[in-house]
């Protein structure tokens, strides 16, 4: 798949057009490629380059731009790739924040949007919006489950300032309730922030048997490593969007021993074989690392390949009904995503319905830990 650089200002577009019919595929992609999120967009990039050159036996027209980590400058790409580029179908963003711009004009404009991020938007805005990414409440009951089997009582909350931090916020609020632990503290941070002390001793002061960290990508480790520098002794949880190896990079020894609730990419496997998600996530991983180095598989980029996967088992239903690049294509998809089951991805197997597009069940995370650099699964 070839790439064409365009930059503007605001926005790095990466053009990859295959062919030139008047059938081809044009799927838009808006991502942090820059500013603080993009530790997590320049992977679910590399995972959409392992895509194949068509989808449903229709060529594919790719049209990907940088949202620079910002909402403004999403919704602005979100506008541009439906008037300008007239996409099929937008992909992104990794951003929670930004996720949420486009699902506010995908839902406008009347475009399927796969959020590679657990997006929740406002009643009525997700009509359009399907995401890809497990849905926070499934990863926060895992949190919180392993809370209560290690006997943990109490807990602290350490999150974004943004909508990433307030959905897990409100998501291990409901599991901790449900599980019986009592939050002793809550503290937040904005995602450019370069410290976190005077959070970090508002924590402490709690003396929490365990603190989640509601933060993801690079943007995870610097609170974690506070957390220890500071002296704290107890159990230190990291989210989904934590889950690449930016955390033990940057965190080094002081993320040993802590715990990540992931997706099922991350360690194939551990996947027993008629799992259907084994072939997939294993094929992505061994692509992946071959083309971008040993140990570099991360939820982020399985989230750019599972677009893919989606795209790939709706496509072809959606084009016996309508033509690409015409609303009654657009609809299709839509309908399509809401019909089909079972339709298996690297992180596990995706069911939506036309009032649940999350799609993503229990079975679809693992609890890990960090061991001697790397990723191990905590036993049941």
Partial sequence: ?????????????????????????????????????????????????LWPDTIGGEKVKLVILDDASDTTQSSKNARRLITDDKVDVIVGSTATPASVALAEVASELKTPQISTSPVEVGPGKGTWTFRVAQSTPLMAHAVADHMKK?????????????????????????????????????????????????????LL???????????????????????IE????????????AASRDLIRLGGKDVEGSFVVAGLAIL??????????????TDFTNRYEKQFGEGTRNQFAAHGYDAYLLLNRVIPIAL??????????????KDAMESEIDIPITQGVLHYTANDHFGLEEKARVMLTIQ?????????
């Fill in 205 to 227: 002061a709690a003396k929490p048997d365990a603190i989640l960290i509601g933060a993801s990508g690079s943007g995870a480790a610097m609170p974690h490593k506070a957390l």
């Fill in 320 to 333: 016996k009904k309508a033509k690409p690049g015409t609303p009654e294509f657009r609809t299709a998809l």
């Fill in 150 to 202: 290690v006997g943990v009582k109490t807990y602290a909350y350490l999150g974004y300032s943004d909508a990433y931090g307030e959905t897990w916020l409100k998501g291990i609020t409901a599991a901790a309730d449900k599980a019986g632990l009592q939050s002793v503290a809550t503290e937040r941070f904005n995602r450019p922030d370069t410290s976190v002390t005077a959070q970090t001793l508002k």
């Fill in 1 to 49: 798949m070839q790439f064409i650089t365009k930059p503007t200002l605001l926005a790095l577009l990466i053009s990859a057009t295959i062919g030139t019919a008047q059938a081809d595929i044009t799927i838009g992609v808006s991502l942090p490629l820059t500013g603080p999120a993009s530790g997590l967009g320049i992977p679910t990039k590399n995972g959409i380059t």
């Fill in 268 to 281: 194939p496997e551990l996947l027993p074989e008629d799992h259907p998600s084994k072939r997939l996530a």
């Fill in 230 to 241: 500071r002296g704290y002794k107890g159990k230190i949880y990291q989210t989904h969007g």
């Fill in 372 to 380: 001697n650099g790397n990723w191990k699964a905590v036993g049941p």
